[in-house]
């Protein structure tokens, strides 16, 4: 039997496209967003991109500043109702239960890296304005169990303004826990040196 070619990792959907031109708009003009390191975003191939957690704007700003469409895990809860659940869809999200290890989301997040997407996860796993959270190995995980990069993104605000940046892509090598626990580490690490410095 033949493999199943790639999904096409650069065609987002009509939804996806308008919400993402219109969030940018937004986000430039009244929240002066800034980005960087977009160069570091690999243009195809599955990649993880890892991120710290500091507001619910952040899946948007994250959608809204990469070079390419980003899967994103969403509670279940959203996907309840019929309509929303198209919507959310629509923006390349998938369930997730959060009241325990979900391992249906931790397959399709699989998936969708084997078929060449980028899939966002806030490895934080809930919002920290501190900066001062325990780093989870969920993202470290999906990039070691699906062989690709791991992209350190850091989320931060400049007065009223929204910085993004993208630093280089980390690899992911090995599959024990201790080999994830010391990508976590480098991948939080990446991070803090992306954010500027707070004296």
């Known amino acids: 039997m033949a493999a199943t070619p790639p999904t096409p990792t650069s065609v987002p959907s009509t939804l996806y496209r308008l919400v993402g031109t219109l969030a940018l708009l937004y986000l430039q003009t009244f929240h002066g967003l800034r980005v960087h390191g977009r160069e570091h975003v690999p243009r195809e191939g599955g ?20 070079p390419r469409v980003v899967h994103f895990m969403a509670k279940q809860e959203l996907f309840r109702h019929g309509f929303w659940r198209r919507v959310y869809r629509g923006l390349h999200a998938f369930p997730v239960d959060r009241s325990g ?32 959270a325990t780093a989870h190995q969920g993202a470290a995980f999906l990039a070691q169990r699906a062989d690709v990069p791991l992209v ?48």
Not at 53 to 65: I, K
Not at 158 to 186: I, N, Q
């Open 47 to 66: 990649c993880v991109v890892g991120a710290n957690h500091v507001s619910a704007w952040d899946p948007l700003l994250l959608g809204a500043s990469l």
């Open 101 to 132: 290890a979900d391992i249906g989301a931790v397959k399709e997040a699989l998936r969708r890296l084997q078929r060449g997407h980028a899939v966002g996860v806030f490895f934080e796993g809930t919002r920290n304005v501190r900066g001062d």
């Open 152 to 199: 350190p993104s850091a989320i931060w605000r400049d007065g009223r303004a929204f910085c993004v940046a993208f630093g280089p892509a980390l690899t992911a090598r090995g599959r024990s826990r201790e080999e994830a626990a010391r990508l976590t580490t480098e991948l939080a690490a990446a991070v803090k040196d992306l954010m500027p410095s707070r004296t």
